[in-house]
């Protein structure tokens, strides 16, 4: 007979023992199926993924700012997420942030001196993804809408409306593209901080972790998040205007992954495609739940999924395996990491008494 | 079979749920003809042991017994097989099916279904034990105790032989419970074993033959109930001598005045069923007003219109200050009520969905009502902190410490939890909806200790119960709704029982013509 019994709380040193004892369990699974299937062996993989990551000083910033950028997308959803509103919009919130900021520098690059025109991309930026993120709400707080599908449909119209306007500024015509904004002025590009073009957005990314950890753990407002999440019944019973803080913690949600949007466009892409947020409003979404909501977390988080997915590049083009190789054993240790979750709450008991009874 | 073979016989049960053992070593017998109440406190593990009879849990240890063949219980079904079947305290019935459809559900008989040869069928079973059921009558359309009622005769129509009832009578008026009783006796004394699970005393003598006593999970002993008392009972449930009357000390009249008046107060719900229709009456400090009433009758949608948390159709609800100031507080939401200077309590019956965050510790619940003090975006912690180290010590809660999860707590500290909160903020009014459900006798007089002592400050309390004994017991007015109406207010100290049940059933309680 087997049992599964809940366990009583285990002590937080021993979870994240046996957490990153499960890594390790992972990778040596990782390893086998190298082996097994593809013939090489798992150390030199690893080895040419972590080159692939940290092997130059340029491929360890290009892997920081990844992983700032994907950080900043999950600390946006993750007032969200802690209300239970499941934000799946991200990625239109993104690109919908990214089109403002593109929009400004288009129209107003010649006419607005460089750090009034960032200024200006900055708030459009927030306002558009605040707003795209604030229609769903304003439906879910209003008629209950499911804000899953809601924000998940707004993802393909800001797709569409970009589509639509980069056939609208395509440069040169005909070509589908928008091509590098203001190339020659660089008009509304983010200065570079100390020559390193990548320091910017780290040191955003670390500024936001921090006061988004503040906000949801010490804050008035995070503090209402939490109990809208948990009971909305016990929230209006102690006077929380619950559909005010929907909301209003969508607009912040929302305009968080705008400012990533810009962020992309002024600081780094410096163009508009439709492709542009890269699936990121998805993936941050996994990092968000594999930290359970936890800011400080969550930059762990992120930085597994980007190191695997630049570990990936790396040996699809050092072995000439395929990409999806990489995501094979990205799923691989991420299932392992779910399945821990499992482990440490409950556990699986073989006792005999039940064949003693059948006596 | 001997007469003298029990139907069950279990021996040496144990059942743990991670650290917690929810029954130690537990022993007893079960005859068929005979109605075994099954005493014990909350959390005594009465509920368990019978789910390890039902098949729904798997003991740790132990062995069954059916007819003196042992026998392993894996699923509800291999407990079926045997006879063995568990009224649950929630029905599990489908709504839109009618009563029959209900009762043939999920049966696998060979053939067509034959649904008027299965109606025919139940209305021979109503018949032989006095069951009141309609076997083409829908369930949405039923009463709770009728809803019981097909759950009963869904058991009996697949050959039940032995009936476990979990606390039959907590959601039924005292006329129902009346009518159960009656069918059980019928069930007994047609060979059948029925055991009922409760921690109301009265109903044990009221409807048992033998009675057996758990506590902490472990057996204590046994009554034949006939030749015990119920201060016999108590003292074996709770391991030691309790005082069994509620305190109920005369109003203070020198500072008594009207606290808050309600006038024609007509509320709908969000379906646009009308839930409270014309309620007039008037709350006074230093008294606890109790409100008794079939459940959802309007208690709810009372409290909440108070509470400033449901819209109101018509009428007004008026808070006096003092003598010459009087505010209005229809149309108010909570923070505005508290804002006027009305410090209202509320202890609502949704204790974890609606009063606390079950996920949060005892801190941050604390800080529920007051999280928004201070003039920075940040909330300060020190405050609540030290109110619920205040409500741990005093209350006696049960916790490991205050950042514990309130979800962890059982349901009676959590409730101290609640109504520590509520009190702590000192209030004029407390409305309690309730108080004491689910908790075992120690807690529930610690509440009713605690609601005394606020009505001894002069605070204006409502209190909303079930159980009429303490409604009566505890007291000084008591408002009787029926269908959203007043069906009348009587005085606590000389009303009765009965006089209290029939105006809960129809208005004015007048006896059927």
Redesign the interface.
Known sequence: MIHIVKRKEMPFAHAMAIRFGVIGLALIVCGIVTMLTTGLSPIDVYGTMVSGAFGTMRKTWILLQETAILLCVSLALVPAFRMKFWNLGGEGQILIGAFAAAACMITLGNSLPAPVLILVMLATSLLAGGVWALIPAFFKARWNTNETLFTLMMNYVATQLVAYFVIVWEVPKGSGNIGIINQSSEAGWLPTLMHNKYLLIVLVAIALTVAMYVYLNYGKQGYEIAVVGESPNTARYVGIKVNRVIMRTLVISGALCGLVGFLLVAGSAHTLTTSLAGGRGFTAVMVAWLAKFNPFIMVGSSMLLEFMSSGAGEISTIYGLNHSFGDILTGIILFFIIGTEFFITYKVVFSKKGAEQHV | MEATQPAVRLRNISKS???VQANTDVSLDINRGEVLALLGENGSGKTTLMNMLSGIY?P??G?IEIDGK?V?IGSPKDAFDYGIGMIHQHFKLVNVFTATENIVLGLKEPGKLDLDAAAEKVKQICDLYGFDVDPHQKVYDMSVSQKQTVEIVKLLYRGAEILILDEPTAVLTPQETEKLFAVLRNMRDDGKAVIIITHKLNEVKDISDRVVVLRKGSYVGELVTADATTQEMTNMMVGRQVSLNIDRPDPEMKYRMERISVKNLTVKNREGITKLDDVSFSIFTGEILGIAGISGSGQKELLEAI?G?QPVENGSIEYHVDDETTEQLIGM???KI?GMGVVLS?V?E?R?????????DIT?NM???S??NGPL???DRSEPRHLAELVVDELDVNTPGVATPVRRLSGGNVQKVLVGREIAAAPTVLLSAYAVRGLDVNSSYVIYDLLNRQKGNGVAVVYVGEDLDVLLELCDRILVLCGGKVSGIVDGRTTTKNEVGLMMTRLGGGEVA
């Open positions: 749920f991670g650290q798997f740790d240890s062995t042992p392993v509470a948390l939401d909570p923070l508290a509320f609502p949704d974890l969905g609606m009063g606390l965050v079950g996920s949060m941050d800080m529920l009502r999280f928004r975006p940040f909330t």
